[in-house]
Structures are given as C-alpha cells and as structure tokens.
C-alpha cells in the first residue's frame, strides 16, 4: 500500500523538479526524500524521475502517475470533507415515509425550510400506508415516517404526536342526513361503510370500529381503499359513508358533505393523532436535525 504522504513527497518533487526545494516545501531533510522516492520506484516497479547532477525531470510513467497522485488525493480530500460534512448534519440523504401530507400545511412548511437552510441534503419522499412505513422503519428503508397509529407494537421505534384531529364523517351529498350537523353517529347503524383495509392501517381502522360500537353497532363496510382520498370518492359515487380525519374534509366538492359525529364516548377515541416515527437505535444527525425543527416548527412539547 502507497500510504498519501508518500504521494505529497512525490507530487512535491514532481512540482519543483528539484529535490533540495522539495524538502523545503515539505519540511524535511533531503536524503530522507531522496530515500522515500527510491521507495516508491521500487513498490511501482518503474522509474519515476530521470536524474543527474543538473536537472531532475518526470519520465513518462512519472507523467501519469503525477495525475493519478493528484487525483486520489483530491478524492480523498473530498471524501474526508463530506464525512464531515455529514457528521454535522450538513449533508447526507434522508427517506421520508408519509400518509397524504397535503393537509398538513405548517408541517410542509417546515420540511420546505429544511431543504433551504440544507441544500445539501437530499430528502426522498415516499407516500405509504400505515403498516408499510412501520415495515419500512424495521428493515432499515425510511429513516422517518408519518402515520396513523399502527396498533400494534413496533421494538425499538421512536413516536412523538404531531397533532391531533377530530374524526367526522363523510356523506354523499344526496343522502338523508346531509343537512344535519352534528350527525348522530347511531343514526348511520344500517348505512353502508367505506373503509381502509385493517392491515394497512390496524389503529385507524379499529378505532373507526369502536366509535361505531359506542354508538351501538357494528360498521357494514361494503367496499374498502388503501388511500383516505380513495374513500371520500367512493362516498361521493354512494357506496357508503366514512369516518375520516377531519383533514380529509374538502370544501371544494359538492357531492360529499362533511359533518361532526355525536357519540357518547371519550374524546380520546373521536380524535385521532398523526405521529412521526424513527428507528431511535439508528443514529442520524440530519434526521435528529429535521426532528428538532418539525417539534420548534409545530411547537411539540415533548418534556
């Protein structure tokens, strides 16, 4: 192995083509580099320099491995510059998991400040349901997620609630109740429901069940739809009514309505919060950076 100062004694005689300037340069004795060029001659298997009592000059093969020092050196430089870099939580690349974020407009806010004040950073932005951002946290393929409550269990992830929303209720507009507000939620006992599938989304979903079970019954649900957006428009094609998160709510429809529930139970459980998750055995100095600013930027409490 050539160690880099012996690529620094050798591009610094290759530079002044003078070994007695080269020591200088370098601050040392000359023999000692007349001896370390020897040494690389001998390792590279090929004169390096031509010499006599007059001139020091590159030979050909000199002349390439002059270029080829420079450049692993420069390499390296760049190498140990971004390492550092990245220690500090200046560089480096983060995977982000999300449900549909288009509600949540200071939480956006602060993701774009990120990626201004950390142009360096390079944030790759996955949408993904509930259980596969837990899946993606396990198996080391999102570095930071936001989801429902998974419910169930995940060792060794981190959770810190965002926010919290009221959960409502989504109407075809045509249907008997629209004008009614709030909407008894024992009043829907024989509706039709549309729903997320349990195993994308087991504490969204089952929380959906018990409001329901509050009220008396137990939900029909007739057609089901991996995305939250899915539902509201099968509710506008009257398959059914959902319960939502109240960011789900969109005042530009006329074929759905969007009502507040009446059921006699905790205010826990007609709330549902959005969480952000990380794996905390997995250290990351960018990712903790983002966190920072996601609970200043949100005002999250977490003492």
Do not use: K
Not at 4 to 25: D, K, P, S
Not at 136 to 156: I, K, N, Q, V, Y
Not at 255 to 264: C, G, K, L, P, T
């Amino acid at each position: 192995m050539i160690e880099t100062r012996l690529l620094q004694q050798f591009i610094a005689v290759a530079e002044e083509l003078h070994f007695n300037r080269a020591a200088q340069r370098l601050h040392m004795a000359q023999p000692p580099l007349s001896q370390a060029i020897r040494r690389l001659e001998q390792d590279i298997g090929a004169p390096l320099f031509e010499r006599n009592s007059r001139s020091v000059v590159l030979t050909p093969a000199g002349t390439v491995f002059l270029q080829w020092a420079r450049t692993v050196l420069e390499t390296l430089d760049q190498g140990v510059e971004h390492t550092r870099r990245v220690a500090q939580g200046m560089e480096g690349h983060l995977t982000l998991t999300f449900i549909n974020l288009a509600p949540y407009r200071q939480l956006l806010q602060v993701l774009r400040h990120f990626r201004s004040d950390y142009p360096a950073v390079a944030l790759t932005m996955q949408e993904a349901t509930t259980q596969e951002q837990v899946d993606a946290l396990e198996h080391g393929r999102a570095d930071l997620a936001f989801m429902r409550p998974p419910g169930r269990t995940a060792p060794g992830l981190r959770w810190i609630t965002l926010l919290e929303e009221p959960i409502i209720l989504a109407l075809p507009a045509s249907h008997r109740l629209a004008t009614t507000d709030p909407v008894p939620l024992a009043a829907l006992a024989d509706d039709d429901f549309v729903a997320s599938p349990r195993h994308l989304g087991q504490g969204f979903h089952d929380q959906i069940v018990q409001l329901c079970h509050a009220a008396g019954f137990a939900p029909r649900i007739v057609q089901q739809a991996r995305h939250l957006q899915t539902l509201v428009a099968l509710v506008a094609g009257e398959f059914g009514v959902a319960l939502l998160p109240a960011s789900m709510m969109d005042a530009t429809r006329d074929d759905v309505v969007f009502r507040a529930i009446e059921v006699n139970t905790s205010e826990q459980l007609r709330h549902v919060p959005l969480l952000m998750a990380w794996r905390e055995q997995t250290p990351s100095v960018i990712r903790d950076q983002l966190i920072e600013r996601l609970r200043e930027g949100l005002s999250i409490d977490t003492s």
